[in-house]
């Protein structure tokens, strides 16, 4: 794993993009295609894309698509005082959390400091939500959380906070944090879902410019808006661009009874809660990933969606797949394999390559 790619994580973790609000991500991510000797593209959805010729003009094209925004705390009201009631954005629920430091996406460019927090203990009512968590009785759920800036309604107005404003964990709390053997280690973070798939396609297209390498046939490297609230962007972008064959490049949870393994391998997609994937495409990335010298894990899944699982429901692309790095502890502080990134992209090189 090369120091700069540890050092491109941390950037990307420090960048806040709830959905909906993915716009300092998409410069971000904008930057590193010109440095690259490439022209990104954006749409009105707020979608980020660069294209490559390929070899076969007459070869169906291909899209290649991470998504840009994270999951999320979203104000629904704000009282007098300033104290801030939450729902959630995405799948994220309150234990994932836990209370702590977050920041505040206002209007504009602003971000304001604030904390979650779940309330006082100290207390046997039983009436008190507090004692109902510690006598198990009931889990935590959003009325029970709140969002304090230290700022009045009218204080948080001036600073661009507002029904509606979304909140992530404070860039002090990411990471990424570095745990087990030096040579290979496991990597931590609030959150890689989906830092890791924009990271990836960036080193990809860093790597064909590098070698000269030409993709087989055109190329649409993606970076999609709003996947973590239903899937939006990418089916947007590809009403608007036709394409063939279209692969999400994403990340792969590892729930109870999923037979993958953090060991560096990237994984496959067969089945998620909505359809099975081309296998075909599957296929092709597996042959890909023999020749990159690694192997591709398989998993099903009966409550995962993917960019490529809304554009399949859309009828967009006739060829979809979804590939990716796999995490433990999805939806929270998640724990990855680091060479799996380098993997991953060296399983994209071959299949854009060849296929």
Request: contains cysteine; hydrophobic residues 40%; proline residues 6%.
């Amino acid at each position: 794993m090369a120091p700069e790619t540890f050092q491109r994580m941390l950037q990307m973790l420090q960048i806040p993009a709830p959905s909906g609000r993915e716009e300092r991500m998409a410069a971000y991510v904008a930057e590193q295609i010109r440095a690259a000797d490439a022209e990104p593209r954006i749409d009105e959805q707020g979608n980020v894309w660069t294209t490559l010729v390929g070899c076969d003009s007459g070869a169906g094209p291909l899209a290649l698509a991470s998504h840009t925004d994270e999951i999320a705390v979203v104000i629904s009201a704000i009282e007098a005082d300033g104290t801030m009631r939450v729902q959630r954005s995405g799948g994220l629920h309150p234990w994932k959390l836990g209370e702590g430091p977050m920041q505040i996406i206002g209007e504009g460019d602003g971000l304001v400091a604030a904390h979650l927090s779940f309330g006082s203990g100290h207390t046997t009512d039983p009436k008190d939500p507090i004692t109902q968590f510690a006598s198990g009785a009931r889990g935590i759920t959003w009325a029970d959380v709140r969002l304090y800036a230290g700022l009045s309604a009218q204080e948080l107005a001036a600073r661009g906070v507002r029904v509606g404003s979304c909140a992530v964990p404070a860039a002090s709390v990411r990471g990424p944090n570095v745990l087990g053997p030096a040579e290979d280690p496991l990597w931590s973070a609030w959150i890689f879902d989906n830092r890791g798939g924009s990271m990836v396609l960036l080193q990809l297209l860093e790597r064909l410019r590098a070698e000269g390498a030409r993709p087989q046939r055109n190329l649409n490297l993606c970076f999609m808006v709003q996947e973590e609230t239903g899937l939006l962007g990418a089916v947007g972008w590809a009403r608007r661009n036709p394409i063939e064959t279209f692969i999400a490049v994403d990340s792969s949870p590892v729930p109870r009874g999923t037979a993958l393994a953090l060991d560096g391998s990237p994984a496959t997609w067969s089945k998620d809660r909505s359809g099975h994937f081309h296998h075909g495409v599957m296929a092709d990335l597996d042959a890909a990933a023999s020749r990159a010298g690694t192997r591709l894990q398989y998993a099903v899944y009966a409550a995962a969606a993917s960019d490529a699982t809304g554009v399949l429901c859309a009828g967009l692309a006739p060829r979809c797949a979804t590939i990716g790095y796999p995490r433990e502890n999805s939806h929270g502080y998640e724990v990855v394999r680091a060479s799996v990134f380098d993997h991953l992209t060296a399983v994209l090189f071959e299949y854009v390559t060849r296929h």
